[in-house]
């Protein structure tokens, strides 16, 4: 996992873009086996006491990296299919949200 996907991490993120949800990070557990990216589970307590998982994906550092694929690209189809009443693998709950530019899809 890339040094960067820590709870602290992912706590000041959360506070960057949904500071008004009061969110806290309560874990960030690697998930093993995926070659192409680093990914991880967020676990988030929110201020009014929801409970939430987080998928957490970052790019490799470069000498371990499988192929290079566009973050970007990935964003577009990720909210594409949120926008959509589609059941993608037990569906997508709440919102999604680029690190990079710090959008959200809903």
């Known amino acids: 996992m890339t040094a960067g996907m820590t709870a602290e991490a ?14 806290a ?6 998930l093993t086996g995926g ?14 006491g929801r409970r939430q998982r987080l998928v957490l994906r970052g790019d490799p550092p470069s000498d371990r990296g499988v192929f ?9 189809i ?12 037990g569906g997508i709950t709440g919102p999604l949200y680029n690190i990079d ?5 809903y």
């Not at 070659?35 to 009014?48: F, H, K, L, N, P």
């Not at 566009?70 to 577009?76: F, G, K, L, M, N």
């Not at 990720?78 to 693998?89: E, I, R």
């Not at 530019?101 to 899809?105: E, L, N, P, T, V």
């Open 78 to 89: 990720l909210s594409a299919l949120a926008a959509t009443a589609t059941d993608v693998a």
């Open 101 to 105: 530019g710090g959008s959200a899809a």
């Open 35 to 48: 070659y192409s990216r680093d990914t991880a589970i967020g676990e988030v307590v929110w201020g009014d």
């Open 68 to 76: 290079i694929s566009d973050r970007d690209e990935e964003w577009r």
């Open 25 to 30: 990070v309560t874990a960030v557990t690697p």
């Open 10 to 23: 992912l706590q000041r993120f959360l506070d960057a873009v949904a500071p008004e949800r009061g969110g």
